[in-house]
């Protein structure tokens, strides 16, 4: 069992900036993938981003590329979402996820295995 802590949500203005953390306990000794996904109220959850174990390889939905950067340090246990330029429509819930086999691809939902709580992320105009 793994367990999922995010934290550094909160209210910024457009143009701003915050780092997203979340923190693994449980079993993370395996060699798992971890993303970022999003859900503002009315929607669906939607990828943000995702990193393999080693982080040699990323992936961006293409309304964050250039603008978000995941990163993760295995010896802390934590992965890590850098968001830059941050825009309203970047305002939602943000859940980091675990998938120990990544069989569906980075970006789908249902190819993860443990969940978060979310942390709240708002920006203002």
């Known amino acids: 069992q793994v367990e999922l802590v995010e934290s550094g949500g909160g209210l910024v203005q457009a143009g701003g900036s915050l780092r997203l953390s979340c923190a693994a306990s449980?079993?993370?000794?395996?060699?798992?993938?971890m993303g970022w996904f999003r859900q503002a109220p009315g929607k669906e959850r939607e990828f943000v981003a995702a990193?393999?174990?080693?982080?040699?390889?990323?992936n961006y939905a293409d309304s964050v590329k250039g603008r978000f950067t995941i990163s993760r340090d295995n010896a802390k246990n934590t992965v890590y979402l850098q968001m830059d330029s941050l825009k309203p429509e970047d305002t939602a819930v943000y859940y980091c996820?675990?998938?120990?086999?990544?069989?569906?691809?980075?970006?789908?939902?249902?190819?993860?295995?443990?969940w978060g709580q979310g942390t709240q992320v708002t920006v203002s105009s």
């Open positions: 996820a675990v998938s120990l086999s990544l069989l569906r691809g980075p970006s789908e939902v249902h190819g993860y295995d443990y």
């Open positions: 449980g079993r993370t000794f395996g060699r798992y993938a």
């Open positions: 990193i393999s174990w080693s982080g040699d390889r990323t």
